[in-house]
């Protein structure tokens, strides 16, 4: 840690996505943000099994713009030769590519399944500091707070009215779960940005052949 923050963001986020790879589990991360004509929401749910052999990757958005409602889920299912792409509207699922599982499909698979980005840009946006360290489920959890935006590509730092953020994370670089809320204020006009994100160590059965699950075709 620095007086700024994390001192290495990076490496961190390196050292996280290794734990999450070698761990049976699911990830999940919502992302909600005012947008200047409308407002989005964004949810993640990405499970899979250990070392990645077999992963499915199911992101909705649900953006409204001018008062209009526009859906969308696409899925990416994985097994250890083939990466098929899904998008799901109206109950329908249409199949968009398959293509063999490359190194290229594995560079993509490990940040989208260990939510590498969206951790990555809160990291970097908070002064944070470590607020606790405890015991839980066998494992040493540091407790890191922000309560000043430290800048970012997000909002320009001079107009960020409010902002938070909380990161539970193992002494051997595991992110457990993760918030940051941020209010932004221009002219009068307000936004805000939310994000959370928690992951789950458990068992995953992924099927043999990459499919759409059951309950996203009919969601």
């Known amino acids: 840690m620095a007086d700024s923050g994390v001192r290495n963001v990076t490496r961190l986020v390196h050292t996280h996505q290794a734990n999450v790879i070698e761990t049976a589990g699911v990830v999940t991360h919502t992302t909600n943000s005012t947008l200047r004509d409308g407002a989005l929401v964004a949810t993640v749910r990405a499970a899979a099994e250990p070392n990645l052999t077999r992963v499915r990757y199911v992101s909705r958005s649900h953006r409204v713009v001018d008062g209009e409602r526009r ?32 190194e290229l499909f594995d560079r993509a698979l490990r940040g989208l399944s260990t939510a590498a980005n969206p951790l990555r840009g809160t990291l970097r946006r ?67 940005y939310g994000f959370t994100y928690r992951f789950e160590p458990r ?17």
């Open 71 to 102: 859906n969308r889920t696409s899925v990416i299912a994985a097994n250890g030769t083939a990466v098929r792409q899904y998008t799901v509207a109206g109950g329908n699922v249409s199949l968009d590519n398959t293509r063999n599982r490359t």
């Open 126 to 192: 908070g002064n944070f500091s470590v607020a606790d360290v405890d015991e839980r489920d066998d494992a040493t959890v540091v407790t890191l707070r922000a309560d000043r935006y430290a800048g970012g590509q997000l909002y320009d730092a001079e107009n960020v009215a409010s902002y938070d953020a909380t990161v539970r994370i193992t002494t051997d670089g595991l992110i457990r779960s993760a918030t940051e809320r941020v209010v932004s204020r221009v002219d009068g006009n307000e936004r805000r």
């Open 203 to 219: 068992s995953v059965d992924l099927p043999r052949v990459p499919q759409v699950p059951a309950e996203t075709r009919v969601g």
